[in-house]
């Protein structure tokens, strides 16, 4: 009986030991923001969040014979000049497209955070629908790896007209863990599909050792509504876009304009 009420106290122990690791290291480990690799340029602008005394870093690259618009939300080591090829690349396949740096990312203001994450991609939503007037359903968002955190929250609080995950996790603490071990997480993408009421594309390597292919595939399996696929054979977590090839832009096109682009009137958007 000693020895069951030993083993216990040592389970309970490291159990607490993983819950308060959790709750006081968890945003540290999940957002290893790196310096700042931009500065300033004529690309470069600000969206003031008053309420919460912080400002946020956005790009924004219009497209003339754009049809959709894509809110594209970064990993957690990366930021607005790290990703500035792939912004590019999507604004020449023909997408507006609008990036953003979270709260501590980049030359955005303030501390990263789960909530600031969504705080920030709220505020750039809105600068779309209310600044540039672009339909609702026009606006596609893209949230790659951790980015597909807010993307997620943001479908689950506004309409838009689809959403893409890039090498996204089911959840934060499940990319280590597989199972869930405590009673909380971060970023709890797989319990929140059910609430989209959009299209979803899931995009994945199925050599991701980062965020394992599991993921994708349980975000894709659980989605409810229409939905596409992108299993890209042999590909890890930073080089999707290279293995992918030609199939990279089919996918993004076919998901935006032909599949569900009769369902909309999207126009073109004015330069800032």
């Known amino acids: ?15 607490c030991a993983i819950a308060a690791g959790a709750l006081f290291l968890s945003d540290y480990l999940i957002f290893p923001a790196p310096d700042a690799s931009y500065d300033e340029d004529p690309d470069t602008f600000y969206i003031q969040l008053p309420e919460y005394g912080l400002s946020i870093a956005c790009c924004y690259f219009p497209s003339d014979q754009a049809k959709a618009t894509i809110l594209y939300s970064h990993g957690n080591g990366e930021d607005l000049g790290s990703i500035r090829e792939t912004l590019k690349l999507l ?3 023909g997408f507006n497209v609008l990036a953003y740096d979270y709260p501590g990312y980049g030359l955005s203001k303030g ?6 994450t969504y705080v920030a991609a709220q505020a750039a939503y809105d600068y ?19 980015g597909g955190g807010p993307s997620v929250e943001l479908a689950r609080r506004n309409p838009v007209g689809g959403i893409i995950l890039e090498g996204a996790f089911v959840s934060a ?12 997480d971060k970023f709890e993408n797989l319990k929140k599909l059910k609430e989209l009421h959009c299209p ?10 980062t965020v394992p292919f599991w993921h ?6 659980a989605s409810p509504q229409e939905k596409m696929k992108l299993w890209v ?20 096109l076919s998901f935006t304009t032909e599949t569900y682009g009769k369902k909309r009137t999207c126009r073109s958007t004015p330069r800032l």
């Open 233 to 252: 054979e042999g590909a890890g977590h930073n080089n999707i876009i290279e293995e992918a090839g030609p199939a990279y832009a089919e996918a993004l």
């Open 1 to 15: 009986m000693n020895n069951l009420f030993q083993i216990t106290l040592v389970l309970a122990l490291g159990y």
């Open 216 to 221: 994708g595939k349980a975000l894709y399996d």
């Open 111 to 116: 501390d990263p955070s789960e909530a600031h």
């Open 173 to 184: 603490f499940r990319v280590k863990t597989r199972w869930q071990m405590l009673p909380w």
């Open 91 to 93: 604004n020449q396949l």
């Open 128 to 146: 779309l629908t209310a600044e540039l007037r672009i339909p609702a359903e026009c606006i596609f968002l893209y949230g790659r790896s951790l």
């Open 200 to 209: 979803i594309l899931v995009i994945h390597g199925t050599h991701d050792h």
